[in-house]
């Protein structure tokens, strides 16, 4: 397959596809001419890859799943700290959005949002650490 065909069956863009490759989690052979082809092994990661992305899976953590998804002396204890570990950072990142939202509400709430010049919302923007 070549890099159109695998974008059109992975989900992927042509240009993910080739950042991938370019980090080392894809490897596709190279015909004479250069041109890149893919095995259906390429386009089971590159899928595996695209589903562990869209779940917030850093490169990182990726790489690490799909290292232990080929190793078959693999334990699931492993597979799930990795995952352990994105859940709790995921749910920090709920706890900081939610207390982004109230700051921000509570802003919103202090505005008159009217024809003066003073506003709560800069201030608070532009308060000076000391």
């Keep these: ?4 065909d695998v974008a059109t069956r992975s989900g992927l863009p042509a240009k993910t596809i080739r950042y991938y ?9 190279r015909d004479t001419n250069g041109y890149r082809t893919f095995r259906e092994i390429e386009l089971h990661k590159l899928a595996f890859l695209g589903r562990a992305r869209a779940l917030g899976f850093s490169i990182e953590d990726c ?4 290292q232990l998804y ?11 700290e990795i995952a352990a570990s994105h859940l709790e950072r995921i749910r ?14 509570n802003l ?23």
């Design 1 to 4: 397959m070549n890099i159109g």
């Design 63 to 66: 790489r690490n799943l799909l």
């Design 70 to 80: 080929e190793d078959e002396s693999r334990t699931s204890a492993e597979v799930k």
């Design 108 to 130: 919103i709430d202090s505005c008159a949002g009217d024809h003066r010049p003073d506003c709560p919302i800069l201030e608070s923007l532009g308060t000076k650490i000391s």
């Design 21 to 29: 490759e370019d980090i080392g989690l894809v490897k596709p052979l």
């Design 92 to 105: 920090q990142k709920i706890v900081d959005l939610r207390e982004m939202s109230d700051t921000l509400s």
